[in-house]
């Protein structure tokens, strides 16, 4: 596949750059250094051509441990990729940590263009002199910011690459408070080490994307950072990180909402069910970390989470370990389920509603309840009626219940809507 991987030390724009090219801001841009972790990934096109974008995490050779990390990370993203994007900073000049990067990724047949970034006032004699010393197939200079120079860049990235067109994907989102093991769900589910996991809540920042071919459908898996309350968001990097996993929940086809198991159900918990319900999302509870539940406690643990959330006594809840590999697959399986169910037509609609009018009519009006047709599509039911005023919200969530018990939509958030 055609794949670009964007590398460099922290802050000379790498971030900046992906979402120019992507048009869109899907990495986070923040002035202090280190903000990527993971890799990121995007997809665009260009005259026919298919590309996928890797941001990574500014890569440092010391031996602490999220710089290892982040080592790996750019790995597993220069191995992938076809072309690779050396940026420096041409504001600050030559960095000894910039050769170091040109010489690290000196190995392999990709394509090399080292990129000068922060060129907003055009292109600069000096400055090309200046880093003239690293050497790689091509040199550009670029702004990011305004885009100079990004033009002549992307052409020379697609040179040699296959025209095609981007697949379609069913996109799942992992949302969750901070440390509920979404990242380690998505390694499992990725099988090597997709997102840097530590003990500390917090590591991940940015949402990442994960692509994968399961029961022959393309997936994208959208890990995020933890959504924490927002009275409890210390800077503005988490509070954009928060509205990235908002931005997430809005955007996916479905989200796997993962709780520990090991704790109390909290207020966060129940916040973030809402937000999705609120959004129209379909969704999935996972019970994360079940392998460190006794097994004399497992069934009291279920009981105890289905008693603490009443209010989604629809949505389906699973226990899961990603040690274990236990109900990881069940997931992927039910979110697909769920997703036909989500797309299909249910003509049928129409007649539980009018059985349901007739054995329960609104008490609102005296007048009878004629239904002269429903349309559906993906969760949102519009009811042609008569009498569109008497459909008030104890009356909307009685017609939901009737639906429910008639034909499921297990996951499914139902919107009824009444218009003459």
Not at 2 to 21: C, D, H, M, Y
Not at 195 to 216: H, M, V, W
Not at 293 to 311: G, H, N, Q, R, T
Request: glycine share 6%.
């Amino acid at each position: 596949m055609n794949t670009v991987a964007i590398v460099g030390r922290p802050n000379v724009g790498k971030s900046t750059l992906f979402n120019r090219l992507l048009k869109e801001r899907k990495s986070i841009v923040d002035s202090a250094p280190g903000v990527t972790r993971d890799r990121v990934y995007g997809v665009m096109e260009r005259d026919g051509i298919p590309v996928i974008l890797i941001d990574t995490g500014g890569l440092k050779f010391s031996d602490d441990y999220l710089a290892r990390m982040v080592r790996r990370q750019v790995d597993f993203a220069l191995e992938e990729a076809n072309v690779i994007l050396q940026l420096v900073d041409g504001k600050e000049g030559l960095n000894p940590l910039d050769k170091e990067i040109a010489d690290y990724i000196r190995k392999g047949e990709s394509r090399k263009a080292f990129v000068i970034n922060k060129m907003d006032k055009g292109a600069d004699l000096n400055v090309f002199s200046e880093f003239s010393s690293v050497v790689l197939d091509e040199t550009f200079q670029v702004s990011s910011l305004s885009g100079y120079g990004t033009k002549e860049l992307l052409d020379w990235v697609i040179e040699g690459f296959e025209s095609g067109e981007i697949i379609d994907h069913r996109t799942i989102g992992i949302i969750g408070k901070p440390n509920t093991g979404k990242s380690t769900f998505v390694n499992a589910v990725m099988g090597y080490e997709r997102c840097i996991i530590r003990e500390e809540p917090g590591t991940t920042r940015d949402s990442t994307n994960s692509y994968l071919e399961f029961n022959n459908e393309n997936i994208v898996l959208v890990d995020t950072a933890g959504l924490k309350k927002r009275s409890r968001l210390k800077d503005s990097l988490e509070y954009y990180s928060f509205l990235r996993s908002i931005r997430t929940i809005e955007e996916s086809d479905i989200v796997l909402i993962l709780i520990d198991s090991t704790e109390e159900v909290s207020r966060q918990d129940k916040r973030i069910i809402n937000w999705a319900i609120d959004r129209r999302t379909p969704l999935i509870i996972l019970l994360t970390k079940f392998d460190l539940v006794p097994s004399s406690k497992k069934e009291a643990i279920k009981k105890y989470f289905k008693k603490l959330l009443p209010f989604i006594h629809w949505v389906p809840m699973i226990p899961v370990s990603s040690i274990t590999m236990k109900g990881v697959e069940d997931s992927l399986l039910l979110s697909l389920k769920i997703l036909d169910e989500l797309g299909s037509k249910h003509p049928e609609i129409k007649d539980v509603i009018e059985k349901a009018c007739s054995y329960r009519p609104p008490p609102t009006t005296r007048r009878e309840v004629k239904i002269s047709s429903v349309e559906y599509s993906k969760g949102t039911i519009w009811i042609h009626t008569n009498v569109p005023e008497a459909f008030d919200w104890d009356f909307k969530k009685y017609l939901v219940n009737r639906i429910r018990r008639d034909l499921s939509f297990k996951g499914i958030p139902i919107n009824i809507l009444a218009k003459r």
